[in-house]
């Protein structure tokens, strides 16, 4: 048995099926399904059953994939010390667009100061969802991103940012805006089905609202400008507002005030020291 097989058990019982277990570790399915068979019969146990079109733990492989992710941790701490104080040090934290302005700007310059030796490289995400498969995916050790997150990660709240009406300039609106106001209002809106989508539609249900999506697209990088074009307002993150207002589009807040708690996140396990330090600091300031 080798540190490959054991990344190999813990990406499948992490994903539920083959396909997808593979594809986060950039290799071929049959190939992943290989090296667990020869794993099984090096070990003597079955440690995933088929179940439909994805696989379950065996209650053997509940207590193999325990040991295996245990066994990685110290492997990762282990590289952790070995590396820590030195230039090649790296974290990596995955961040959705509008959250990175926060993080960039102000936690990533209180960790330097006191991590000097350490390098961050910001996983760019386009939402919440990216920033999940990033954790899963072991493309970042941490990610920022907005709650709700699946219960397979660990969150630490930092703060409640507000929901904001970016619009083009030149709407007759009051400030701020009450949500009746967003009744028939052309708004940018994420793809339909999305989480992100269900969300905002549970807002507009709470309030007896229905806005007209005019855009709906998931591609953040293009939201403002959608609305700088004039095609509709947006509602986003009061993070975003600097962006929005060099942009000469108007933020304006909503009445009442909607605010979504912003958090990091990591993983169901041990993290490497420049994490937890990374946390530490964090949890001593904000993203705002």
Not at 151 to 162: G, I, T, Y
Not at 181 to 208: C, H, Q, T
Not at 209 to 220: A, C, H, I, K, Y
Request: hydrophobic letters at 45%; proline letters at 7%.
């Amino acid at each position: 048995m080798n540190l490959q097989q054991l990344r190999y058990v813990v990406a499948t019982a992490e994903h539920r099926t083959m396909t997808d277990a593979a594809r986060s570790l950039y290799i071929a399915q049959p190939a992943l399904s290989r090296a667990i068979r020869d794993l099984e019969r090096e070990l003597g146990m079955t440690l995933f059953a088929r179940s439909g079109r994805g696989v379950v733990v065996t209650a053997q492989g509940r207590r193999v994939v325990k040991l295996a992710k245990e066994a990685l941790d110290a492997v990762r701490e282990i590289e952790a010390l070995s590396s820590h104080g030195h230039s090649e040090a790296e974290l990596r934290i995955a961040s959705t667009p509008s959250l990175e302005p926060g993080l960039a700007g102000r936690l990533l310059p209180a960790y330097s100061a006191e991590h000097p030796g350490v390098r961050v490289h910001i996983v760019r995400c386009d939402g919440r969802d990216g920033v999940v498969n990033a954790i899963r995916d072991q493309r970042a050790d941490l990610g920022l991103t907005d709650l709700p997150v699946p219960a397979d990660l660990v969150s630490h709240p930092l703060e409640r940012q507000e929901i904001v009406l970016i619009s083009p300039p030149g709407m007759d609106l009051p400030n701020p805006v009450p949500m009746s106001r967003l009744n028939g209002m052309r708004l940018v809106l994420p793809i339909p089905g999305s989480a992100r989508r269900r969300e905002f539609d549970a807002l507009f249900a709470k309030y007896s609202v229905t806005p007209v999506p005019t855009v709906q697209l998931d591609e953040r990088g293009n939201w403002l400008n959608t609305v700088r074009s004039g095609a509709a307002s947006l509602l986003w993150y009061r993070g975003m507002a600097e962006q929005a207002t060099r942009a000469g589009l108007v933020v304006r807040p909503l009445d009442p005030s909607v605010r979504r708690v912003i958090a990091i996140v990591h993983a169901r396990r041990r993290l490497p020291a420049i994490a937890q330090e990374f946390l530490s600091v964090a949890e001593g300031g904000s993203a705002a």
